[in-house]
């Protein structure tokens, strides 16, 4: 059967209430937003929405006929049964992916993928929560703004920036780099999705090769104009090419999928074909090729560095699979989470979205309006949301991503409720976050890195914050931790809230929100970070202090 990937608007139920109705959307948004729907998957090579067609299947039935006062549970995509909990309760509970301690390796995940008993929920397939490329636009942005703020005295413009990757997350790049000023080199192996970024207006141009692109890229600087290039060509020989030419980048990072050796990053000398064929042929040559790829690939980025350039990992696990392939020194590359955004997250502050259950772009509107009127001083978003307003395209449901703190998401989603309630939106809306949030992400090489403390790997932080977010009345919880080449490397919790305007709405949004971001400003605040500890003050949150209690 031939299936067809459409969102679902209006104000039509389908379901007994509009718990159950959202989380279904959101659950056909991820596949009609998803990079490979037919095989559920929605990005990061395998992150999936269900473990199988059977298994959404059910999902999708379940959430059309379950009472309010059910819960139903879902194991790694495959839902296991409905159990009687009572209004109050999540509608939906997960767990993905979640392997015991010296058991989650790469080796078993795949094994037991094959069988059927596991799938990779990445962090917002698994939980629907995914937004397309959006949901890291402001994220790569901020990112972006940051090191034009420390190194370019304020502004990309006329800087060139180096980047590869152009899939489900990394396609936000170009876009990013625009919005920043800048003259991007997107290079991305597959040309298919060099033309989707073009369709979407997200790439400017594609150039035919390497000398053409560094052409456009030289133009867009002469000129001080914002421009996204893209180029057909493997990373690993793109890369050490512009070393040997001696062109040094101003900026440089990359988002292939380097995390994953067998279904994600593309070595060097292969077509997609030959790599989709060795998957089950040799996968042993075939993560062999990619690990000395990537060895040539993070080489490349480490003589950028040497050579002056600002170069960041953007949360891919390139650097662990190049010291794993024999570069001693791929951590000198800093993480951008440590890197960039730390202070924000010792604030609670990270990236909250809300997705307009109706599919009318006027809902979003409004909401931007509110945001502007609600935190007039807060330079950061105010002029997140005006860029945002006037560049980002509509993917799927529209959807709005910021970067809010505690108390901010509150007053934001209590004023969504009421909007809803007042018949001045369309249709309900509902509220998520990116699992990469201050209490909710414990993954030692990427979030947590570096912790002062040295709590790095401990992962009781995203497990305190799903039962926080249950106990504090969302309406989905879920639970992930790292497949395919991510696993054994994190744990992290997602969370979302349907606002359907009732009174019932307010109360789990004060609780839920308030709840979670407030654990992230503890989880700062415990490991010693003056930012966190002021922000607890400020916020009067009754937090017991750093050190032995
Ligand atoms: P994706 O699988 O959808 O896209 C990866 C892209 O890289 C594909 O288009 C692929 O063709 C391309 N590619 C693979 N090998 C290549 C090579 N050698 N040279 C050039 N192109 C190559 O994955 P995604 O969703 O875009 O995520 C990319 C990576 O970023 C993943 O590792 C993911 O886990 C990570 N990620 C980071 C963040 C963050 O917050 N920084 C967020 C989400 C995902």
Redesign the pocket.
């Known amino acids: 059967m031939r299936r067809r990937f459409a969102v679902t608007g209006g104000t039509g139920l389908r379901c007994k209430g509009w718990r159950q109705e959202g989380l279904l959307r959101l659950l056909e948004n991820v596949l009609a937003v998803g990079?490979d729907p037919d095989n559920l998957v929605v990005?990061?090579?395998l992150?999936k929405a269900a473990r199988d067609w059977p298994a959404h299947d059910r999902i999708v039935a379940t959430l059309r006929t379950m009472d309010e006062e059910d819960t139903l549970v879902v194991q790694s995509g495959k839902p296991i049964g409905l159990l009687r909990t009572h209004r109050r309760a999540p509608i939906v509970v997960m767990a993905n992916c979640n392997m015991v301690g010296r058991w989650a390796t790469a080796e078993n995940f795949y094994e037991w993928e094959q069988r059927g008993l596991i799938c990779w929920g990445?962090?917002t397939a698994g939980d629907w929560q995914y937004i397309g490329?959006q949901?890291?636009l402001q994220?790569?942005y901020e990112i972006f703004s940051r090191i034009a703020e420390r190194h370019f005295r304020g502004s990309l413009a006329r800087r060139f920036v180096l980047t590869?990757?152009?899939?489900?997350?990394?396609?936000a790049q170009p876009l990013a780099g625009r919005l920043a000023g800048a003259a991007i080199l997107c290079?991305?192996?597959?040309e298919a999705?060099i033309r989707k970024r073009l369709q979407t207006g997200q790439l400017d141009v594609a150039a035919a090769d390497l000398d053409q692109a560094l052409d456009a890229i030289r133009q867009a600087q002469a000129a001080g104009a914002a421009r996204a290039v893209g180029l057909c060509?493997?990373?690993?020989d793109?890369y050490p090419a512009l070393v040997a030419r001696g062109v040094v980048p101003d900026v440089v990072t990359d988002?292939?999928?380097?995390?994953?050796l067998l279904y994600?990053?593309?070595?060097?000398g292969f077509t997609?074909d030959a790599v989709r064929e060795l998957r089950t042929a040799d996968p042993q040559r075939l993560m062999a090729a990619a690990t000395a790829?990537i060895v040539r690939?993070v080489e490349a980025m480490l003589a950028f560095q040497r050579a002056g350039a600002i170069v960041f990992d953007?949360?891919?696990?390139i650097r662990t699979q190049a010291k794993a392939g024999g570069v001693a020194n791929a951590f000198d590359i800093p993480i951008?989470t440590e890197a960039f955004l730390r202070p924000l997250f010792c604030r609670g502050i990270g990236p909250f979205r809300w997705i307009a259950l109706s599919n009318d772009p006027a809902d979003i509107r409004r909401i931007d309006d509110l945001v502007v009127e609600l935190f007039p001083a807060n330079r950061i978003v105010v002029n997140w949301i005006e860029l945002a307003r006037r560049h980002v395209p509509v993917e799927g449901l529209p959807a709005r991503i910021a970067w809010l703190g505690h108390g901010e998401r509150t007053a934001l989603g209590l004023a969504v409720n009421r909007m809803v309630r007042e018949g001045k939106l369309a249709a309900p809306v509902a509220f998520t976050r990116?699992h990469?949030d201050a209490g909710a992400m414990a993954h030692p090489n990427?979030m947590t890195e570096r912790m002062r403390d040295g709590s790095d790997a401990i992962a009781d932080w995203p497990l305190l914050n799903a039962m926080l977010n249950c106990a504090s009345q969302a309406d989905l919880v879920a639970i992930h931790s790292g497949g395919g080449g991510?696993s054994g490397f994190m744990t992290s919790a997602g969370a979302t809230l349907i606002a359907d305007g009732s009174a019932q709405a307010d109360e789990r949004i004060a609780l839920a929100l308030d709840n979670d971001t407030a654990l992230g400003v503890m989880r700062y605040a415990d490991a010693g970070y003056e930012d966190a500890l002021d922000e607890a003050a400020a916020k009067a949150l009754r937090h017991f202090g750093p050190g032995p209690p």
């Open positions: 990079e990005y990061a090579a992150g990445g962090l490329s949901g890291v994220g790569t590869a990757g152009l899939g489900g997350m990394g396609g290079v991305e192996i597959d999705r060509g493997n990373a690993a793109v988002q292939t999928s380097a995390h994953d994600g990053y593309v070595p060097s997609l790829s690939h953007n949360g891919n696990l951008f990116d990469l990427i991510y």
